[in-house]
């Protein structure tokens, strides 16, 4: 296979923008996207600013430009009484050239959509909302001014294309929401092309020619991404109006996700020597299989569909976007190591796929259709319409029949007549559903049931024969977010035999910005953030862990030693890219303190790794060549770009030592009080110990009491039916000495605690090392706390893997750093302000929060507890995507936490990641407390300067 290095975006995008009509001519008479909107006049008939003439942007969906009704999941109860209708007037200039044909292009118009043209009906009114269709102008069109006006009806008259396309989980909008063009053609011309490019370099084309002259025929080039002529010119005859055409070209650049090699054809249509229209088409050789019980093969490789499901929306724009959308879009899932799309329930702009195939992104296509199937007539119609537009997609692999109750088994026939490449089209069906009822194809079906649990999953994976590919799972409401439990379904994905790969429900949040609710994202209650990202990609821990999951690249290696070699182990999971096309950097970094204000690290040195040939699906070592002498580091830095540039991985790994954090003088005295023995002052920090139990509690600053108390108590949550048995425990005296410089502070079985021990250092470090036993069982969480007025905390730093917070089943994705966060409000679904500033976090070795009164308090992690921050707040209705979590809020340290579960699953039908805890031996663990250990004793007087 011929390799071509993509090194950025631009070079990509490049050939893209090589015009694919090079003989055709088009006039927009709206803008091109969603930020190049033209006005045209508008008048609405219902709803918002309805009953007059004023002007909207086209392309655009009226909602989102304060018209008509705001619609979820079905249009509003009179709209077959008071349909919404849209009535669009555009006056424009054209001049007509005798020897042309003209057509005027919609590319998406919802849901019914008559057109005039200078007082003259164009054509029959279409039905349907997301398929491009267009119609024959020549004999409307006029030299100088021309009306066209446009009616769109938002609700569809026909019923069940209502039920189709008006019922379903999602928005609803109305409007001619992408682009309208004049398209200008030669009398007799190439109407279209469908390419079959495979991997072999067989060649076949079927050209549909409108001609009226006798004895024409077609002769075809092929040229690459650098406009290089490829193979020799070769031809055929038409015979009414199709032609076929067939070449075998050698040494070809396949087309791939990883590699994703562009040609195009241009197609001449002559008769005799004349040429009559020149057409342009690009085109990927690639061959992508279902081979039946067994799985997807893409150029003889078989590969593993990882991605997930994607609607055409901005909260702002509704269903029309920028170009720079399309691209943030394709951006964001390679960022999390997607290879797939499926873009779910409609067809997505044609110039998102024109990305997918520069960029390099497989693509699952689907009918429009959400609950119930379109009707049989106007349904074929409309696989004809979007089939005819994306037949030549390389990044186009499989068809969707529809979203689950959506599929009508007759519109297979449809897909295969139109598809030259005869792709597999997919029924989708529901969680329960039977996917064999009512459907017997000619192939075995890919069994695309949504939402199975771990059991299910692996019965159908294991137990079955039949390809597994569950087009909706792991359900991606609030912050579970998709993320949780990916690890167990992929890691059984990847060793099944039938494993197909995994679509997670869904890419965003789809919060539609309503100004009469105050123009914020509006979800639907918790029926639209279904998303990995918020409605502007705001990004929280599924987004990291998805990431790290799906990376085609992986270092065995968690930590490094002082006397670290060089070598590392990495393993190759690409599906067809050699590693040493890949560009390895490493640097050792020093991370920030907790005495300093910045947060992040330092870069010490760094340099490139020479990496070796590791082949797709092998293990290897790489070598680091550090320096001799080695500058004091606290962590090695790996970051790989692939063959298209792209960082797809990157792991720090930190340095195995005892490390000094806190930085603090030794100088200092601990005094203990003369009449109070468990009384201590550090400089001007006061501790007050429970004379019984040894608890802290009271924590007082320069004379003035914080709220800091009751550290620690133990807080556990059983998860069976168990009845916690309270301990016998004697009345005890917590005993004070002194050994060495430090005081010393313990008590052992009392307060529910085997053991506690505090240590009193001169530095002004205060550590606990704690023991409970917990009644043997299975636990949510168990761990200790410590009370604090929520509301006294500002900020906080800390040196941990993140920015995200963790769950038991969704601990991957984190990079070491210093991170420092604002307290802000995060509700899932609601408020946006990440990465969160509540809930698990972990591994860390230190965390400082900012309090009222200029007061800090800072712990360092002796141990690998987890720290648990206040008490994060869950979105509406949460259903089964909730935590379990102390009620009460406050500091905590757990050595064990509780999973997150999903709208539609709980978490212990997600496998064994996210079961609950069984405990029977002690919990112990260490931490060590500093208290307004960086300031000065007095503080500094302010002066004011005045300058004349």
Known sequence: MKTSKYTCYFILINFFFFSSLIAQTKTYLSGTYADTAVDWEFKMSQGRNSGYWTTIPVPSNWETKGFGYYTYGKDHKDYKTKPEIGFYRHNFKFNLKSDKRYFIVFQGAMTETTVTLNGKQVGETHIGGFTEFKYEITNFLKTG?????????????????????????????????????????PTNYIKRVAIDAQMNGDFKMDVFTDASKENVSLTALIYDSNNQKVGKTFSGKVLKNKGHLEATLKDIALWSHEYPNLYSVEVTLKQKKKTLHTYRQKFGFRTFEVRDHDGFYLNGKRVLLKGANMHSFRPETGRTLAKQDMLDNIKLMQDMNFNTVRICHYPPDAEFLDLCDSLGLMVMDELPGWRHALPDEIGSKIVKELVVRDVNHPSVVLWSNGNHLAHNPKFDE???????????????????GDIYKGYAPDFDIVKTNF?????????????????????????????????????TYWDAIETSKVGGGLMIWALFDEGLRRTDMNNKPFHQGNNAPDGIVGPNSEKDGSFYAVREIW??????????????????????KFDFVNLNECEFRWKLIAF??????????????SGKVNTPNIFPNHTGQIRIDLPQNKPKFDALVIEVRDNKGLLVYEKRLMLEKESIFFQTSERNKVKQDENNPFLFYLGTTTIL???????????????????????????????????VEEKNQLEVKALVKKESENFVVESNNCNGFDAIRWTIKPSGEIKLDYKFSPQEGTYEYAGIGMSVNADAIKSKRWLGEGPARIWKNRMEGGLYDVYGVDKLINIPGEVYNQPEFEGYFAPWKWAVFYLEDNVPIGFQNNSDVILGVLNPVNGENAKYASWKYPDKAGFYFFNTISAIGSKWKKPTEFGPDAQPTFIKEPQEGSVSLFINWNNVEKNSENFKISIE
């Open 592 to 605: 920030e303190t907790p005495n300093t204000s910045a947060s992040g690290y330092r870069t010490i040195v």
């Open 451 to 487: 939402y199975p649990g771990y059991k299910l999953l692996k019965q159908r994976l294991f137990e079955e024969n039949h390809i597994v590919l569950p087009n909706e799972a792991l359900h991606a409401l609030y912050d579970g977010g998709g993320g949780a439990n990916l690890k």
């Open 689 to 723: 110990f429970d004379a019984h139990s040894a608890v802290l509690k009271k924590v007082a600053v320069k004379g003035k009491q914080t709220s800091i108390t009751n550290f620690p108590f133990i807080d556990v949550k059983q998860a069976d039916s168990l009845k």
């Open 551 to 572: 990376s085609p690249v992986n270092i065995e290696e968690s930590i490094i030693t002082s006397n670290f070699n060089g070598e590392l182990t990495i393993k190759n």
């Open 414 to 432: 449809d897909f295969f007549k139109w598809d030259i490449q005869k792709r597999r089209p997919l029924k989708n069906e529901t969680k329960t």
């Open 145 to 185: 001014d021309n009306l066209l006006e446009v009616d769109v009806l938002k609700p569809a008259i026909h019923p069940q294309v209502v039920k189709a396309e008006r019922i379903a989980d999602y928005w609803l909008f109305g409007g001619i929401f992408r682009p309208v063009y004049i398209e200008e053609l």
